[in-house]
């Protein structure tokens, strides 16, 4: 089995991903996407993106970390990808699936999967000139507005070349709402000869055994629930590997939101980067933790770091 960690736009950057991989159980991260429009990236934009290129494609933790790329220009996504090679990365995944409006305007993510002839045609290119060493995968959703075109997609990404298939089993415009469709990620296994790995709504070790038995896959992935539970993947690996599931307490919890804010300092302490990312995943840990609508309520008002800092510091030592 293979846990991997969701590639979420604004949500899992690098910082998020070498926390998460620190805490433990994933076997593989993806980037956020990188979007490829007419430009052809330098090297600066690419490690900006995906940092993880310049310690070999490795989180801090050793997680490997593959490359997303978005676009529908199937030439300029092969030079990208071919550059991104070049700069180091050794693992590309294509993103058929984000549902935001403004990146499918500019026909991007899932807005493709109306379209899976141009899907075959983005895959086979990319596969046909990327060297052959360097795995290829896709992620897609169950289509745009309906999933009349699901198996015809995943057929595209399958036949075009792609080693592996990642389903978020919804449609662009079920966007994140309840429920997954776990059955429809079994059809689409059944009827390609890659591995296919199941997404969407894994936010407990009850809802990862219950999607493995429905999809029938062996690989899952988890997006949302990896930041609402930080330990949710260390939480999995102990299930798997016949220990007992021991869940974190908010005393440890409370080290991995001061390290995180560390983290996001030691990336950017001259702007909002941090203050701002601490308290967005606070505002989702709070789901399911009542002492992080605490702390949020608390740094909530504040805008300066120190003070966000002191705060945390307080706060840790009430949890011991």
Not at 46 to 71: D, M, R, S
Not at 238 to 247: D, F, I, L
Not at 258 to 279: H, I, Q, W
Not at 281 to 286: A, F, H, P, R, S
Request: proline content about 5%.
């Amino acid at each position: 089995m293979q846990l991997i960690l969701a590639p979420m736009q604004g949500l899992c950057d690098d910082v998020m991903r070498d926390l998460l991989t620190r805490i433990g159980g994933y076997d593989e991260c993806v980037s956020e996407f990188v979007r490829i429009t007419h430009t052809v990236h330098s090297r600066a934009t690419w490690l900006k993106h995906i940092p993880e290129i310049a310690t070999g494609n490795k989180t801090f933790a050793g997680t490997p970390c593959t490359v997303q790329l978005l676009g529908s220009d199937a030439d300029n996504m092969a030079v990208n990808a071919l550059e991104a090679v070049r700069f180091g990365a050794d693992k590309i995944d294509l993103n058929f699936g984000c549902p935001a409006p403004t990146v499918n305007k500019h026909k991007g993510g899932a807005v493709l999967l109306k379209e899976p002839e141009l899907i075959f045609h983005i895959v086979k290119t990319l596969r046909e000139r990327l060297p052959a060493h360097i795995p290829l995968t896709g992620k897609m959703r169950l289509g745009f507005e309906d999933k009349s075109l699901a198996l015809e997609c995943a057929a595209a990404i399958a036949d075009g070349g792609a080693c592996g298939l990642t389903v978020h089993a919804r449609t662009k415009v079920e966007g994140y709402e309840p429920p997954a469709h776990w059955d429809w990620v079994r059809k689409i296994r059944e009827a390609v000869d890659i591995p296919v790995t199941a997404n969407g709504d894994v936010f407990s070790l009850k809802d990862y055994l219950e999607i493995k038995e429905t999809s029938g896959c062996d690989s899952v992935m988890i997006g949302r629930g990896a930041v609402i539970r930080p330990d949710l993947a260390r939480q999995i690996k102990q299930y798997e590997a016949g220990n007992a599931v021991s869940e974190a307490d908010f005393a440890e919890i409370a080290g991995w939101i001061r390290l995180f804010f560390d983290l996001c300092l030691a990336k950017e302490s001259n702007n909002k980067y941090p203050v701002a990312r601490l308290k967005q995943w606070l505002g989702m840990m709070k789901k399911a933790y009542a002492p992080a609508q605490e702390l949020f309520e608390q740094v909530r008002p504040i805008k300066e770091a120190d003070e966000v800092r002191r705060i945390l510091a307080v706060f840790e030592q009430t949890q011991i």
